[in-house]
Every structure is written in structure tokens, then in C-alpha cells.
Nanobody
Framework: QVQLVESGGGLAQAGGSLRLSCAHS????????MGWFRQAPGKEREFVAT????????QYADSVKGRFTISRDNAKDTVYLQMNNLKPEDTAVYYC???????????????????WGQGTQVTVSS
């Protein structure tokens, strides 16, 4: 079974930066595409970014493109989300997700990811 544990959330000021990490265990990490999703209070969970199994393909939501960077270190079984130029509307619980996939573009629908972390809170103050 795959286990995912997020870390790195917290409070930041608008314009600041945070880096989220997600440690993957239980199965071979390099067989899995990884994604970051977020859910703000009163809103549905939404796609943020994905990276394919090799790290060569990434996709981003329009709202974070140019500000967030997803990356992975297959030697450390960890995926990262570097968040720069944070905005108050980035405030949400951020979730790491995994799916067994060797596709170049693994997909952005949350329903396609069977494994999820517990989430980490990111709060951006204006």
C-alpha cells in the first residue's frame, strides 16, 4: 500500500514563498505519477500540478502557472511543490496524490489518483 506524508505548510505573507514536500513509501516511487491538489474552505478540491513518473513532464493549473514548480527526486522518494509569489487566494489545504502511471501526461482529475496524503495547511496573509 502507498503512504504519502506531506510537510512544509504554514503561514506566509503575500508575495512570499513556501516549499511543500511529500514523502512516498510502500511501493516503488518511480512507478507513480504524483500530483498536488488543494481545497479551500467551502470549495471543491482542485488540481494544482502534476509530474509524471520520470519528472520530465509537468502540468499546472492556470492559476499557479509561473509561480509554482512541481519536481520530484526519485532517489529520495519525494515530490516537492515550490510556491513563490504567494497570494491570499492560494490559502487552502494542500494534498499530495499518487497514481500508478507511465503516461507522459498522467492526468489532472483528482478522481484518477487513488492514493492521498492527509493534507497540509497553507495560509497566505495579505
Amino acid at each position: 500500500q502507498v503512504q504519502l506524508v506531506e510537510s512544509g505548510g504554514g503561514l506566509a505573507q503575500a508575495g512570499g514563498s513556501l516549499r511543500l514536500s511529500c514523502a512516498h513509501s510502500g511501493r516503488t516511487f518511480s512507478n507513480y505519477a504524483m500530483g498536488w491538489f488543494r481545497q479551500a474552505p467551502g470549495k471543491e478540491r482542485e488540481f494544482v500540478a502534476t509530474v509524471n513518473w520520470s519528472g520530465r513532464s509537468t502540468q499546472y493549473a492556470d492559476s499557479v502557472k509561473g509561480r509554482f514548480t512541481i519536481s520530484r527526486d526519485n532517489a529520495k522518494d519525494t515530490v516537492y511543490l515550490q510556491m513563490n509569489n504567494l497570494k491570499p487566494e492560494d490559502t487552502a489545504v494542500y494534498y499530495c496524490a499518487a497514481k500508478l502511471s507511465f503516461q507522459y501526461y498522467p492526468g489532472t482529475e483528482s478522481s484518477g489518483y487513488p492514493y492521498w496524503g492527509q493534507g497540509t495547511q497553507v495560509t497566505v496573509s495579505s
